[in-house]
């Protein structure tokens, strides 16, 4: 038998096979194959996040801090691909637009996953609006709330027995526990660079108040910048600045909620 060689360990037959423009345009590849990175990055985050979980439970934060700093990464170079579609002209994406029908990133099954992995399963108006819109589907119903991040921040406070301002008070004194805390803070702005450049990128293409092909468009990807995976870290921050001597200027809100 022959040594495993480098095409069938990545199975690239298979992988390179996977891209099949269904116009002749010449920009539609890049767009496809920028879609698919996307996906397998997804794809990875998830399996990623399920490694933070097992690491939490066993009370190894080290490593799920180190875990989540991976996916801090692959989030990190998100606004970067979404550039390689900004070098579409939006006269070039419109030859071949039409074809794509009602096919938009609206239907990521996996995108949700990351969402509700994350926490944003909490948020009841964010899992409405999914199923309003018919995007809440089998798999994403078995996602439990409580399976998310979001989630597990907290056990592994209430685990560190004391409260989330007695930690950001203290830092120095819950090390690890508040690694951790800030690594996902890190990963929700991350998420948050994500939405922003992606609107920037359906703004240049389609423009601001045109319909998306999933019949959206940018004023509802505007909406969804409102998002934060982790509100009570956000808001232990106007805590910090009250014990500094600070003031507020409205009542502590963690960032907008939809
Ligand atoms: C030419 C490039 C792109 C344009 C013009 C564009 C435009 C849009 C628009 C207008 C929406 C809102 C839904 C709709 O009306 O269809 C949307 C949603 C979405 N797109 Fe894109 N997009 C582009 C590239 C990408 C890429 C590369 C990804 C990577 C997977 C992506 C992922 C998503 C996701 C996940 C949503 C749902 C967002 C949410 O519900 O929060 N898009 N896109």
Do not use: N
Not at 72 to 98: C, E, N, S, W
Not at 197 to 212: T, V, W
């Amino acid at each position: 038998m022959s040594p495993r060689s480098y095409g069938d360990y990545l199975k690239l037959p298979q992988l390179l096979s996977s891209q099949s423009p269904i116009t002749d345009e010449h920009d539609e590849m890049q767009f496809i194959v920028v879609h698919q990175i996307f996906e397998l990055w997804f794809s990875l985050i998830l399996f990623e996040m399920k490694a933070i979980f097992s690491s939490l439970e066993q009370g190894e934060v080290r490593s799920a801090t180190r875990t989540l700093k991976r996916i801090d990464k692959i989030t990190a170079i998100f606004p970067h691909y979404l550039q390689v579609l900004g070098t579409m002209r939006p006269q070039d994406f419109h030859l071949f637009r039409g074809a794509l029908e009602g096919a938009s990133g609206l239907q990521s099954e996996q995108f949700r996953e990351v969402e509700l992995v994350s926490g944003l399963g909490e948020e009841s108006a964010y899992v409405e609006g999914l199923r309003k819109s018919g995007h809440w589907t089998e798999k994403l119903e078995k996602r439990l709330p409580e399976d998310s991040l979001r989630v597990a921040t907290r056990r592994l406070i209430e685990r560190e027995g004391v409260s989330l301002e007695e930690i950001y008070a203290h830092p120095d004194d819950h090390v690890e526990t508040h690694d951790f805390l800030e690594a996902c803070l890190d990963y929700d702005e991350r998420m948050q660079e994500w939405r922003a450049a992606h609107l920037r990128l359906a703004e240049r293409m389609i423009g601001s108040g045109a319909l998306g092909t999933g019949g959206m468009g940018a004023p509802y990807l505007r909406g969804t910048m409102r998002f934060r995976f982790f509100p009570d870290l956000w808001k232990v921050r106007d805590q910090v600045t009250v014990s500094g001597g600070g003031k507020l200027a409205g009542p502590a809100s963690g960032g907008e909620k939809r």
